[in-house]
Structures are given as structure tokens and as C-alpha cells.
């Protein structure tokens, strides 16, 4: 009788575990490509909008909206660099953001 119970518990554990491999394997399967897509996707700061600049680390509505004044009242960006000049954009925004932005 106990060699049964252990069995099913046994079969059990196994049942509930399942699941819970499965979906750590598919999470780690897909880091990998997400961080090649985030590699590539770059925004263009000359024509992003507040939206799109808020979605940078870092950059929050009221950062976005500086920036997108500033690039109005000064014309584009000509460096990624230039960002520095937007009140709100630090060294330390700008390390964070500085491999995802662009200047086309």
C-alpha cells in the first residue's frame, strides 16, 4: 500500500512539474532572439514621437516632450550626443539610451 502512495505521489510531482520546465525552457529559448531584436531596433530621434521616446529607458513623458521642443525650436539632432543638450537628459540617461537611438 505505501509503495503505491509513493508511486502516485511520485507521478504526481511529475505531472505538476511538467509544466513548470516546459516554460522555463521556452522563456530561456526566447532571450536570446528578444535581445537581437532590441540590438536592431533603434529610434530615430530626429522624427520619433513623444510616444516612441518615452518607450526608451530613462525617458519619461516629460523628457519625451523636451526633447521633441527642443529638436522644434533647434532644428535636428546632428549627434546622438546632442541629447544632452534636452533638459532632463543626463550622462546616465544617455549611457542607457545611447545604443538605442539614431540621428538619420
Known amino acids: 500500500m505505501k509503495q503505491l502512495l509513493y508511486g502516485m505521489l511520485v507521478v504526481f510531482c511529475l505531472l505538476l512539474a511538467g509544466p513548470l520546465v516546459a516554460g522555463a525552457a521556452e522563456g530561456k529559448a526566447g532571450a536570446p532572439e528578444g535581445k537581437a531584436q532590441a540590438a536592431v531596433a533603434t529610434v530615430n530621434i530626429n522624427s520619433a514621437t513623444v510616444k516612441e ?12 516632450l523636451n526633447i521633441v521642443d527642443y529638436r522644434t525650436a533647434n532644428g535636428p539632432f ?3 550626443d546632442d541629447l544632452l543638450k534636452v533638459k532632463g537628459v543626463g550622462e ?3 549611457e542607457k539610451v545611447r545604443q538605442l537611438v539614431a540621428v538619420q
Open 78 to 80: 546632428k549627434t546622438r
Open 53 to 64: 521616446l518615452e518607450n526608451l529607458p530613462g525617458i519619461g513623458k516629460t523628457t519625451a
Open 92 to 94: 546616465k540617461t544617455m
